[in-house]
């Protein structure tokens, strides 16, 4: 198991964490979450079980780590996730929407980073 990363990251004047974790190898998943003040905004997960028995497994759970926990950070940037932190219409505040309305946005983006 591989020592994760964490990041505070200010993006449009507030504070959003950025941790990155392993699973392990009994539960070879590499988590990385993007949190708004105590609440997930987005998790991105990506599993490396086909890869167990590699030889340079350590290095190349370490470098996805890196690399994943960095594009969060990179998306979270670029505005990628503003429609989920912020619903429609940033400039108007945050929007009341119902969780239906947030699942189906998230599987909406996730639909889109497929492509």
């Known amino acids: 198991m591989q020592l994760g990363f964490n990041n505070d ?17 009994k539960n070879p998943v590499i988590t ?9 905004v987005v998790s991105r997960k990506t599993s490396y079980e086909d890869i167990i028995k590699f030889e340079r497994l350590e ?3 370490r470098e996805v780590m890196r690399e994943q926990h960095l594009s969060v950070i990179e998306d979270l940037q670029k505005g990628r996730y503003d429609r989920l932190i ?18 189906l946005e998230y599987l909406a983006s996730e639909e889109d980073e497929e492509r």
């Open 86 to 103: 912020w619903g429609e219409r940033q400039e108007t505040g945050l929007k009341e929407r119902s969780m239906d309305e947030i699942i």
């Open 32 to 40: 990385t979450t993007l949190f708004r003040g105590g609440t997930v």
């Open 59 to 61: 290095e190349v759970v």
């Open 9 to 25: 990251v200010v993006y449009k004047g507030e504070v959003f964490h950025v941790q990155t974790e392993d699973g392990g190898r």
